[in-house]
């Protein structure tokens, strides 16, 4: 967080279930600690513990706010978003909680998390939400088609994680080989078994020799490529080391220009 914070980054995302309320202490932790203020999102709906309780219910949410800003250390998050669609909750419910979160100052703006576009157009009808945050990378485009086109008719914020497809774009693995220890791959492959295509792996041989060939990493082009997205308002990346911020310097530092997007587009199409 402290090279984060060095490098021009003040926005951090978090999830009350992020290592069990974890992740929100140890942000709070760093917030006293350097007696810093960054932008701040969490997010409230699974289970913070195995067996535990989840979903979108008003009580359930104000109790969920209320334990992550005590974690937080925080009076109010800037961006408090539903982690998830819930089928058993009417949105009107789950939006007019969030809107009470709103008037009584605890949050400065509410919105959701891996809804589809019929399920965000749902959440307009029945409230307010500034903010989508859902999957989105050169390998998993789906948004294209629905969700971002929304966004951009209503003024909403389109919000990408896992854009670099769990690691699928860093160039870690390889055809033929094991995926390496400790990789999501072996952690949990399940949102990217369909990736493990020969198609996928042509696809990342061709992104590699064109990111050699213009000096950056596969995981630099790759976000560089949403960076120049005007319909992307935020990059939500994930690094578990200092060194895991250098692909977002050369994307910074070296945008993509409109002939490598067609380039890049044609690659992975």
């Known amino acids: 967080m402290d090279a ?33 203020r960054p932008l701040l999102t969490t997010k409230t709906f699974n289970p913070m513990r195995a067996g535990g309780d989840h979903g979108l219910k008003p009580e359930r949410i104000a109790g969920h706010l209320r334990a992550s800003l005590g974690r937080l250390g925080v009076d109010q998050v800037d961006l408090y978003l539903a982690h998830d669609f819930d089928p058993d909750v009417p949105l009107a419910e789950t939006t007019g909680a969030f809107e009470d979160a709103v008037a009584a100052g605890s949050i400065r703006a509410y919105g959701v998390s891996n809804f589809d576009e019929g399920q965000l157009a749902a959440a307009l009808k029945a409230g307010s939400p500034v903010a989508v945050q859902n999957g989105y990378s050169l390998l998993d485009r789906q948004d294209e088609h629905g969700v971002l086109p929304l966004c951009a008719d209503r003024g909403i914020a389109y919000l990408a994680f896992s854009p670099l497809a769990g690691g699928w774009l860093t160039g870690k693995y390889r055809r033929g080989e094991p995926f390496p220890t400790g990789s999501r791959m072996t952690q949990r492959p399940g949102p990217y078994g369909e990736f493990v295509t020969d198609q996928t792996f042509d696809a990342i041989g061709r992104l590699d020799a064109m990111a050699e060939r213009r000096g950056t990493s596969v995981a630099g082009l790759a976000l560089g490529w949403l960076l120049g997205q005007e319909r992307v308002s935020q990059v939500v990346i994930g690094p578990g080391r200092p060194d895991h911020l250098t692909p977002v310097r050369e994307a910074l530092e070296q945008p993509v220009t409109d002939s490598e997007r067609a380039e890049i587009e044609g690659i992975v199409e």
């Not at 984060?4 to 600690?33: L, M, N, V």
């Open 4 to 36: 984060a914070w060095d490098f021009g980054i003040t926005h951090f995302d978090t999830a009350d279930a992020y290592g069990g309320g974890r992740s929100e202490q140890s942000i709070g932790h760093w917030i006293r600690s350097r007696g810093l």
